[in-house]
């Protein structure tokens, strides 16, 4: 390795160090489905895939900012958005997800997107801004869920859509391939799987500090060796 090589895997060691301590915080609001058209042991699936996936991919860590909301006709808040930074931060987001119900109702998804942009707009915060809609239908009732979408997209967030069956309408974010995802899954049994693919790619995380220091151990290493093998 020649010196400029070192100084430069050095350096680019220390900027991967000061990008993690920096990361932006993703805003992400969590808009989930409690219309009628979803069972009891559906909705009961959903819950606990929630529970499971936050309680396995959030880290209590400061990266990360929640917001929840339900929907049927109208959108009800379960949880306002906060930065999750301390181990009662990360409790309190699950057991607001603990006590959802469902109240049942018609399905509207556009004034979701609406309650969520307007919340994420408030909170503000400069990392990725995202509104995650989950639903097994189409809207219904209410504002047209396109229009909200892209009110959201000129705004810069993204809008993702995790589909659940062969009835949702995940098209209202097709306006812009850059800010909108779809995550399907195919039945409330594969919810969950479908739901961390989703959270992992939305989640700010940072490298592991143990895989930095070995990094950084084994550059400092090889400088070790550099200069020996020179003096020899």
Known sequence: MTRSKLFG?????????????SAQAAVIALVIDETGSISATNYALQKQGYINAVTDLVQADGLNSIGVWQFNDASHLVYSIHTITTAADKTNLLNALNGMTQAGGTTGI???????TTAITAFGGTGNK???VSTDGQ????????TAANAAFALGYHVNCLGIGGSADCSFNNGNAAL???FPAATFADFEAALRTKLTAELTFVPEP?????FGAGLLGAA???RRLKKA
């Not at 556009?110 to 969520?116: E, K, P, R, S, Y």
């Not at 809207?139 to 396109?146: A, Y």
């Open 210 to 214: 143990v895989t930095l220091t070995i």
């Open 224 to 226: 070790g060796m550099r």
């Open 9 to 21: 895997a050095l350096f680019a060691s220390a900027m991967v160090v000061a990008t993690a301590s």
């Open 139 to 146: 809207n219904n009732t209410g504002s047209n869920p396109t």
């Open 130 to 132: 995202i509104i995650d």
């Open 180 to 182: 909108g995802a779809d």
């Open 110 to 116: 556009g004034d979701a997107i609406v309650t969520a």
